[in-house]
């Protein structure tokens, strides 16, 4: 199998940097509250985190519809959130958005936990891919719909150690 890479580190720190400093303009260097959606998020979140420099409470949920590369419709929904939202500045960070089903519900979800603010970040997005209307508040990069790993993402479980976003040939 040949990993081809599609963003290098250096452009990945470049762009995550940027984007934090944009969250941390928009949301006034107030407290957020930013959920990680796992497992893919957390190389994303941990590096957006440690570059916002107002106060960062890190939660985490856990939902996936993917069942080795191809996504099943279906959510499962495995670990809530243990911060209590109401009334607080709250940004979903995501890995990739594709058919925008698993953000939408997510942001539904997390709504009617009546946050002051409620906003999604994420590090890549897949339009071509979309079967709902969704359109993320931060986005670092657009990309072609090809099947993504490292950085969080992974194929089975594996590649998520990688320094970059790479892709498989297929």
């Known amino acids: 199998m040949e990993i081809k890479t599609l963003i290098n580190e250096q452009e990945l720190t470049t762009r995550i940097n940027e984007v934090a400093k944009q969250i941390q303009k928009d949301y006034n260097n107030e407290e957020i509250v930013l959920i990680c959606i796992l497992k893919g998020a957390v190389f994303f979140a941990t590096e957006l985190a440690k570059n916002i420099n107002s106060s960062v409470i890190m939660d985490f949920m856990k939902v996936s519809s993917y069942d080795g590369t191809?996504?099943?419709?279906?959510?499962?929904?495995?670990?809530?959130?243990?911060?209590?939202?109401?009334?607080?500045?709250?940004?979903?960070?995501?890995?990739?958005?594709?058919?925008?089903?698993?953000?939408?519900?997510?942001?539904?979800?997390?709504?009617?936990?009546?946050?002051?603010?409620?906003?999604?970040?994420?590090?890549?997005?897949?339009?071509?891919?979309?079967?709902?209307?969704?359109?993320?508040?931060?986005?670092?990069?657009?990309?072609?719909?090809?099947?993504?790993?490292?950085?969080?993402?992974?194929?089975?479980?594996?590649?998520?150690?990688?320094?970059?976003?790479?892709?498989?040939?297929?």
């Open 70 to 170: 191809k996504s099943t419709g279906n959510l499962d929904f495995t670990l809530d959130i243990s911060q209590k939202i109401e009334g607080r500045n709250v940004l979903i960070v995501e890995d990739i958005v594709d058919t925008g089903r698993t953000l939408t519900y997510l942001k539904q979800y997390l709504t009617s936990k009546n946050p002051k603010k409620l906003k999604v970040c994420t590090m890549l997005d897949k339009k071509e891919r979309r079967e709902l209307e969704f359109t993320p508040d931060y986005t670092c990069f657009d990309i072609p719909d090809k099947f993504v790993i490292g950085y969080g993402l992974d194929f089975d479980e594996k590649y998520r150690n990688l320094p970059y976003i790479g892709y498989i040939e297929q």
